[in-house]
C-alpha cells in the first residue's frame, strides 16, 4: 500500500496539553481483547505524564472530524518506570540503547487497511531522525491463556504486524503491569512479553 499517513509529530508540552484527548482514545482502545482494559483518567495521567515530562519522547497522532484516527507513543525505556526495565536489566541486557514503543493504535472501524504498518513506520523512521538512528526499539504485549471466556472467537494476534515489522518475540524478557479488567472487581497482575527490533 503507498497511501501516504497523515500524522502530527507531538513532543513534550503539546502531550501534555492532550493529554485528555489521548488517555480517552487509550481506555476506549483497550477496552477490547487482548487487554480488557477499564481504563481511568487519573491512571491515564500519570501514564501520559511520563511522557510529557521526557525531553526525547513522541507521540504520533493522526486525526479527522471524529477526533483521533490512530496514535503511537515512544519514550525511551530508560525513562520509562523501573518495572519495564528490571527484565532486561536482570539479564545484564542495556536499556540505554531501548526506545519504548509504549502502544501503536488504530480506530476499530479503521483497521485492516494498513494503516497499522504505516504508523508503525513512520514510529521506526521518527525515531532514528530524532538522533536514535542505533536505538534498539521494543515493544511490549499482554499474554492472555488461550481459553480465556472474553476472548473472541475470531480474534487473530497482532503478532504478524510485528513480525512484519521485523520483531522477534522474546519470552525471556517479561515484566508485569497491574489494572482492573473490564470483567473484574479490582486489579489483577499480567504479564507482559517485550519484542525486539535491531
Ligand atoms: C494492532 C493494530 C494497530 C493494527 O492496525 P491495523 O491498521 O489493523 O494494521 P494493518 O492493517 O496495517 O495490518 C498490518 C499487518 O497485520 C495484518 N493484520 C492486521 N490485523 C490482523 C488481524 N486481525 N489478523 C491477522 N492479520 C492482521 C495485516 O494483514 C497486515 O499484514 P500485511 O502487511 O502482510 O498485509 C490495530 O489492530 C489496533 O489498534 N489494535 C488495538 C490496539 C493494540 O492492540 N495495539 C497493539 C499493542 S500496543
Known amino acids: 500500500m503507498t497511501m501516504p499517513i497523515d500524522t502530527h509529530l507531538i513532543t513534550r ?10 488517555g480517552q482514545f487509550r481506555i476506549a482502545i483497550f477496552r ?17 505524564s511520563r511522557y510529557a515530562r521526557c525531553e526525547s519522547s513522541f507521540v504520533l497522532v493522526g486525526r479527522d472530524a471524529h477526533g483521533i484516527r ?18 532486561f536489566l536482570e539479564r545484564q541486557i542495556p536499556v540505554d540503547n531501548k526506545f519504548y514503543l509504549g502502544e501503536i493504535m488504530v480506530r476499530r472501524e479503521l483497521r485492516g ?21 542505533s536505538a534498539e526499539v521494543v515493544l511490549a504485549t499482554v499474554i492472555r491463556p488461550s481459553t480465556h471466556p472474553l476472548k473472541p472467537a475470531d480474534y487473530n494476534a497482532s503478532d504478524h504486524l510485528w513480525t512484519k515489522s521485523g520483531f522477534a518475540r522474546r519470552d525471556d524478557l517479561v515484566m508485569t503491569l497491574d ?20
Open 32 to 48: 477490547d481483547w487482548p487487554y480488557l482494559y477499564d481504563g481511568n483518567m487519573p491512571y491515564e495521567r500519570d501514564y501520559l
Open 179 to 198: 489494572w482492573k479488567d473490564i470483567d473484574q472487581e479490582r486489579e489483577t497482575t499480567k504479564e507482559m512479553v517485550y519484542w525486539l527490533r535491531k
Open 13 to 22: 508540552r503539546s502531550i501534555a496539553e492532550q493529554i485528555e484527548e489521548l
Open 70 to 87: 490512530y496514535a503511537c507513543t515512544a519514550i525511551p525505556l530508560k525513562h520509562e518506570l523501573p518495572q519495564f526495565q528490571q527484565s
Open 113 to 133: 487497511q494498513g494503516m497499522g504498518r504505516l504508523l508503525m513506520n513512520k514510529a521506526l523512521s521518527t525515531i532514528a531522525e530524532l538522533n536514535h538512528p
